[in-house]
């Protein structure tokens, strides 16, 4: 079966009249790099290139000096005080507080009144009361 159609492909490609295929200019798609180009990648190598073999026996030894910078004096107080204040509220005794009644002086109006307050939003059905 395989032999069949390879052979029909065979036959058909011996018989196809090229005069009926149209004539067409090739583009190159995939150009040479400019001089541009290799010249940069040439540059981008020899830098890999040097990093790669560098040697770290030419480096001479440096002392690093580390800094310590205090908090100034203002700062301190204010990290002071606020580490006093945060131990007074910490330390601070529920029994030292006293009993306080809470009396409510804004009273809501009375549901049986005959006139609605003024601040409650009119809505058709109370038009018609």
């Known amino acids: 079966m395989a032999d069949q159609a390879h052979a029909a ?8 009249d090229h005069s009926q295929l149209k004539h067409t200019e090739t583009e190159e798609k995939n150009p040479l790099p400019t001089k541009e180009d290799v010249k940069e990648e040439k540059k981008r190598q020899s830098l890999l290139d040097e990093v790669a073999n560098f040697q770290s026996e030419n480096l001479s030894p440096t002392q690093t000096k580390e800094r310590v910078v205090l908090p100034d004096s203002i700062t301190l107080k204010q990290a002071k005080q606020h580490q006093t204040f945060i131990q007074s509220v910490e330390g601070h005794s529920k029994n030292n507080l006293r009993h306080a009644e809470t009396l409510e002086k804004n009273s809501l109006p009375d549901p049986t009144s005959k006139y609605p307050s003024m601040l409650c939003m009119v809505t058709p059905h109370h038009m018609f009361v």
């Open 9 to 16: 492909v065979v036959k058909s490609a011996a018989t196809f």
